[in-house]
C-alpha cells in the first residue's frame, strides 16, 4: 500500500452540482497531484500543490480548482459539473526534491459519476 | 499529437511466453520516464523506472531510446498475474504524462 487515502470511494452527482475530493498524502510527502482518468484512458494532469500553493496546471477550466492544507492533504473541488466529468479521479504523492525522479505514489481514487 | 503514444493491444499471450510492446513520447526535454501497472478498476502502481543505460527488474526489461523518443517494456517468462494495463509515463517537469496504457492477457 502506499499510504494515499482518498474519499469518498464513490459518487454520484447530477449536471450542475459541486463537488469535493479529498485526498491524505503519504507520510513525508509535501506535493500532491491530481489526475482524471476517464474510461479506457490514462490519466490526464489536472494540477499539482506544493507547500500549499498550486505549482502547475493541465488542460482543465477554471472550474476545476483545489487546496492543499498545512499537513499536506488535499482537495479537489468541481463547480458546475458536467457529465464528461464523470471520471476515476486520482491523487498522487510525492516528494519534491528528494531526487530519483520524484516518484509519484497514487491512492486508490474517487469514481464520480455525474447524471 | 498525443504527448504520450502507446500500442494498445491487446495483447492475449501463453503463460511463459514473451510480450513486449512500446510507446513513443513528443517532447524531447522529457526527464524521467516510468512504467506503471493498473489493474481493473484500481489505481497505477509503479513497475519500474526507465534509464537511458536500459533496466531489468526480475522478468521485467525497460529500455530508452532518446534520439527516437521511444520506450519498451519486455516481460518474460509470462505470469497469470502479470494480466494488466501497463501504462507508458513521461514526466515533464513537475506533471506526469500518461499513454492510454497496453492491455496485457496472460491465459493459463
Known amino acids: 500500500e502506499t499510504g494515499v487515502t482518498q474519499s469518498p470511494t464513490h459518487l454520484i452527482k447530477t449536471r450542475g452540482q459541486q463537488v469535493t475530493l479529498r485526498c491524505s498524502s503519504q507520510?513525508?510527502?509535501?506535493?500532491v497531484s491530481w489526475y482524471q482518468q476517464a474510461l479506457g484512458q490514462g490519466p490526464q494532469f489536472i494540477f499539482q500543490?506544493?507547500?500549499?500553493?498550486?505549482?502547475g496546471r493541465g488542460n482543465f477550466p477554471p472550474r476545476f480548482s483545489g487546496l492543499q492544507f498545512p499537513n499536506y492533504s488535499s482537495e479537489l473541488n468541481v463547480n458546475a459539473l458536467e457529465l464528461d466529468d464523470s471520471a476515476l479521479y486520482l491523487c498522487?504523492?510525492?516528494?519534491?526534491?528528494?531526487?530519483?525522479?520524484?516518484?509519484?505514489?497514487f491512492g486508490p481514487g474517487t469514481r464520480l459519476l455525474v447524471l | 499529437r498525443k504527448e504520450v503514444e502507446q500500442d494498445p493491444g491487446p495483447f492475449n499471450v501463453p503463460e511463459g511466453a514473451t510480450v513486449a510492446f512500446n510507446c513513443t513520447y513528443s517532447n524531447s526535454a522529457s526527464q524521467s520516464f516510468f512504467w506503471y501497472r493498473q489493474d481493473c478498476r484500481k489505481e497505477p502502481k509503479l513497475l519500474m523506472s526507465?534509464?537511458?543505460s536500459g533496466n531489468e527488474d526480475g522478468r521485467f526489461t525497460a529500455q530508452l531510446n532518446r534520439a527516437s523518443q521511444y520506450i519498451s517494456l519486455l516481460i518474460r517468462d509470462s505470469k497469470l498475474s502479470d494480466s494488466a494495463t501497463y501504462l507508458c509515463?513521461?514526466?515533464?517537469?513537475?506533471?506526469?504524462?500518461f499513454g492510454a496504457g497496453t492491455t496485457v492477457t496472460v491465459r493459463a
Open positions: 526507465v534509464y537511458s
Open positions: 507520510s513525508g510527502h509535501n506535493t
Open positions: 509515463v513521461v514526466k515533464e517537469g513537475y506533471k506526469l504524462s
Open positions: 500543490y506544493y507547500r500549499e500553493e498550486e505549482n
Open positions: 498522487a504523492s510525492s516528494s519534491r526534491g528528494a531526487g530519483a525522479g520524484e516518484t509519484q505514489y
